[in-house]
């Protein structure tokens, strides 16, 4: 497969605009609403990078990653997180092969284009940690032996409400290597209402993400698609509007520790794929603010202070962005 399925009139010139059309317009046959999460995902495909999701469990977050997988023309994987999880059970441990009297390398899970970490912060520490390298270098090392993962590559990673029974906070330098952070929300009621439709036919949205969902791109064209979002224009007064914000963070008294430089390079990264997706060659304010919370809400810890009076991380960093000022 070569070339990109185009949905009818096409926005013209625009293959990510192109792709993004084309993807929006198969996973919606079975997903249904939660618009900001499904192009935050993207985004961070095309960036890069990579996305953390919370909310409660049956609200669709396994079957988008799933979906994808299957228009994208990518391997996709599932692992469970446990407490009991292993690190060698998600990048894979080398056994011994008594015919050939040599060790060779088994892959984990991990080696996929698209991975789901579900329920991550079930694990304990030691088990996050094996991600690190995995999301940060794209790789695995195994008794000494590195082993390149392929291209694309995403983990999408739900967690439950830290409130829930049988969970673990997710270290910082973990956090710090997802791009964006989503909190997904119960369906509003038209999004509900087709939620159920999708039950009174013979198949429903599983058995029908496995026979209705088609390739739109090859894992090839994708890859040379990704590289075009470096062409998208970043003017500086946006370079200088992204760092401020990302020093509001750190001097804003309801916060005990700031956003780090990485937040900076992955608004400017995410900015410039939205704007691709929504058909433009240049980065406006908007892009900026649309990605600021997902960016900035696992990379700030609020001050005990803020905690102790019930304030939410989205409410104080709504707080920061309002007193940041937008280029015009």
């Not at 919606?28 to 919370?54: C, D, M, P, T, Y």
């Not at 969970?167 to 910082?172: R, S, W």
């Not at 909190?183 to 509900?192: F, G, K, N, R, W």
């Not at 026979?211 to 500086?236: F, G, N």
């Amino acid at each position: 497969m070569n070339d990109i399925q185009i949905p009818a009139a096409p926005q013209p010139g625009n293959p990510i605009k192109q792709l993004f059309d084309a993807v929006s317009g198969e996973v919606r046959k079975v997903f249904v609403g939660q618009e900001e999460i499904f192009e935050g995902v993207l985004v961070a495909l095309l960036s890069g990078g990579h996305v953390l999701v919370e909310g409660v469990p049956g609200l669709g977050k396994t079957l988008l990653a799933r979906a994808l997988g299957k228009v994208l023309g990518c391997t996709f994987k599932r692992i469970q997180f446990t407490p009991d999880l292993m690190p060698s059970d998600i990048t894979g441990t080398h056994v011994f092969d008594e015919r050939s009297s040599e060790f060779k390398f088994h892959p984990g899970p991990v080696f996929s284009h698209i991975v789901l970490a579900d329920e991550i912060n079930r694990s304990p520490a030691k088990t996050h940690a094996s991600l690190l390298e995995v999301m940060q270098e794209r790789q695995v090392t195994v008794d000494g032996k590195r082993y390149k993962l392929p291209e694309p590559f995403l983990v999408i990673a739900t967690q439950n409400p830290l409130e829930t029974e049988g969970t673990y906070a997710l270290p910082e330098a973990q956090l710090d290597r997802f791009m964006f952070k989503f909190l997904i929300p119960y369906p509003d009621l038209t999004d509900e209402i087709d939620i159920l439709r999708h039950f009174l036919t013979s198949k429903g949205p599983i058995e029908r993400l496995e026979t209705d969902l088609k390739p739109v791109v090859s894992k090839e064209k994708l890859a040379s698609i990704r590289q075009m979002t470096s062409k998208v224009r970043i003017d500086q007064t946006m370079i200088d509007y992204i760092a401020r914000l990302v020093r509001k963070t750190r001097e804003w008294d309801d916060i005990y520790q700031g956003a780090s430089p990485r937040a900076g390079i992955t608004l400017i990264q995410g900015s410039r794929t939205l704007a691709a997706i929504r058909n433009r060659s240049y980065v406006v304010p908007d892009d900026v603010v649309d990605l600021a919370l997902p960016t900035f809400r696992h990379r700030v810890v609020l001050s005990p202070e803020a905690e102790i009076e019930g304030q939410t991380v989205d409410q104080v960093l709504r707080k920061v962005m309002n007193e940041v000022d937008i280029p015009r």
